[in-house]
């Protein structure tokens, strides 16, 4: 089986921790039988030194035409002054736009080995907790009308949330097929004792959860679900909610985890074609150091394998490479107790997952 990647190393840290990546997709491909060929394109503040803009053309239907792209991370101090439309990020919405994609899959889960990292209290973390937060991308008060005008108390601004039966059933339904692969369990978020919109997400996701008899769907309103990450959070396996919701609890789910250095992300739309990328940001403070931890692009890489080409026994191989390095102890910077554990450089780490592979 042979697939095309498109590579966006882009600012800070990102080549370091994309480089890492393709060594280890390279000893995958090699052990599974597969192959790989990949095409670099620039993107972000690289892409405006280069171009001048922030997501060039040939970027685009470079990625077009890849079968998935894996991104590093974009931005820097460097390009911070530009004007919004100049600036690096404005290429992490051009690429979603142009490859519609529209679910946002986050999985947060605690790694036993660093139960230390986590910030919750000792008997929850003895429970420990794997969820999947599945969020609506390109819909919502995001994408609204909004403006600003005179209100009754003078000058006001005002945003609109607003969501399709249409772009419902499919988050619903990338969901419902998540769970499928999981433990077959959603809780839907929603606000339904307020919003309109909440009420119509709520009937559309037990309509479509019709389709699907061996999953179960649980409703939870948003203030709730806050406060259950905290909790109990090993009640959850997959999550749906709509863009606001979601930006607002997968920042929670990965505060709760321990580490952004491990934490992968995939967007996907319809077909297989995805983008897969680290949560982190381009780290400018460790960039060019080898000391980024590139365990969440090498977890970004095995969910490619999964949910783009299928190859489940491989992403199975990387998850479990990566596990056992962190049971054996290997540690980056970001992970470590500097006192007790001997910190490993990025290149280091990746060869530990490679030699476990
Ligand atoms: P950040 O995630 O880049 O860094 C926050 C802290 O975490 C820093 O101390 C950093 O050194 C550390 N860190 C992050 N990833 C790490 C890793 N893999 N290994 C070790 N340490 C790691 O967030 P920030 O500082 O708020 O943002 C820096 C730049 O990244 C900004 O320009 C921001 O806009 C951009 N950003 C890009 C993306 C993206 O490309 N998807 C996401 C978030 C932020």
């Given at each position: 089986m042979s697939y095309q990647i498109a590579l966006i190393k882009g600012d800070g840290i990102g080549p370091e921790i994309v480089e890492s990546t393709v060594r280890v997709l390279d000893k995958a491909a090699e052990k599974y039988g597969l192959s790989f060929s990949y095409q670099s394109y620039p993107a972000g503040g690289c892409a405006i030194d280069l171009t001048g803009e922030p997501l060039p053309k040939e970027t685009v239907e470079g990625c077009l035409a890849a079968d998935s792209?894996?991104?590093?991370?974009?931005?820097?101090?460097?390009?911070?002054?530009?004007?919004?439309?100049?600036?690096?990020?404005?290429?992490?919405?051009?690429?979603?736009?142009?490859?519609?994609?529209?679910?946002?899959?986050?999985?947060?889960?605690?790694?036993?080995?660093?139960?230390?990292?986590?910030?919750?209290?000792?008997?929850i973390v003895a429970k420990g907790f794997d969820l999947l937060m599945v969020r609506e991308l390109t819909g919502g008060i995001y994408f609204g009308d909004r403006g600003r005008?005179?209100?009754?108390?003078?000058?006001?601004?005002?945003?609109?949330?607003?969501y399709s039966v249409m772009e419902i059933e499919r988050i619903a339904r990338a969901a419902l097929e998540a769970a499928r692969k999981r433990r077959k369990s959603v809780i839907s978020i929603d606000k339904a004792n307020v919003l309109e919109t909440s009420r119509l997400w709520r009937e559309t996701v037990h309509r479509v959860a019709e389709d699907y008899p061996d999953v179960t769907v649980e409703d939870m309103l948003v203030d709730n679900?806050?406060?259950?990450?905290?909790?109990?959070?090993?009640?959850?396996?997959?999550?749906?909610?709509?863009?606001?919701?979601?930006?607002?609890?997968?920042?929670?789910?990965?505060?709760?985890?321990?580490?952004?250095?491990?934490?992968p992300s995939a967007s996907l739309g319809e077909g297989k074609r995805g983008l897969y990328e680290p949560i982190h940001g381009s780290a400018p403070d460790i960039a060019g150091q080898n000391k980024a931890n590139p365990l969440a692009t090498i977890l970004s890489a095995a969910?490619?394998?999964?949910?783009?080409?299928?190859?489940?026994?491989?992403?199975?191989?990387?998850?479990?490479?990566?596990?056992?390095?962190?049971?054996?102890?290997?540690?980056?910077a970001d992970i470590a107790d500097a006192h007790t554990e001997r910190v490993l450089t990025c290149t280091g780490m990746t060869e530990e997952v490679i030699r476990r592979l």
């Open positions: 792209v894996l991104l590093g991370a974009v931005g820097g101090p460097k390009w911070d002054t530009l004007p919004g439309s100049l600036r690096p990020e404005k290429a992490l919405l051009g690429l979603r736009s142009a490859l519609g994609l529209y679910t946002n899959l986050r999985p947060a889960r605690l790694y036993p080995a660093l139960k230390d990292a986590c910030p919750l209290r000792a008997d005008r005179d209100g009754k108390y003078g000058p006001e601004a005002w945003d609109t949330e607003a679900a806050a406060m259950q990450l905290v909790r109990n959070p090993s009640r959850f396996d997959v999550v749906v909610t709509s863009n606001m919701f979601g930006d607002i609890l997968s920042d929670e789910a990965s505060q709760i985890s321990g580490s952004i250095g491990l934490l969910m490619m394998l999964r949910y783009a080409f299928d190859q489940d026994a491989a992403a199975d191989a990387i998850e479990a490479a990566v596990d056992a390095c962190l049971l054996d102890g290997c540690r980056t």
